[in-house]
Nanobody, 121 residues
């Protein structure tokens, strides 16, 4: 059974940091690109970062320089280090796995259930 389980979300003040984790099982992790998406209240799900099976990473402009994606193939895990968080980063964050890096939802095969990140004072 394929599973992607996110953790590490929570409430943080503006300017703070969080590290999200995504634990994967049930598929050949090394062969897959992993993406992080987020969905804010009343908005669509947007791709914010992804990392290929060969560690190439991309970011959308709004998180570039603040978020860092990484993967540990030995642990079947992907991380999203988020710094200088802003209220507009508030959303449910999802990790997802697909055959190649993409910012589009339809190109991913597997999804986690999401973890809530709230940035508020």
């Amino acid at each position: 059974e394929v599973q992607l389980v996110e953790s590490g979300g929570g409430l943080v003040q503006p300017g703070g940091s969080l590290r999200l984790s995504c634990a994967a099982s049930g598929f050949t992790f090394d062969d897959y690109a992993i993406g992080w998406f987020r969905q804010a209240p009343g908005k669509g799900r947007e791709g914010i970062s992804c990392i290929s099976s060969r560690d190439g990473s991309t970011y959308i402009d709004s998180v570039k320089g603040r978020f860092t994606i990484s993967r540990d193939n030995a642990k079947n895990a992907v991380y999203l280090q988020m710094t200088t968080l802003k209220p507009e980063d508030t959303a449910v964050y999802y990790c997802t796995a697909g055959p190649h890096s993409s910012r589009y939802r339809y190109e991913y095969d597997y999804w986690g259930q999401g973890t809530q990140v709230t940035v508020s004072s």
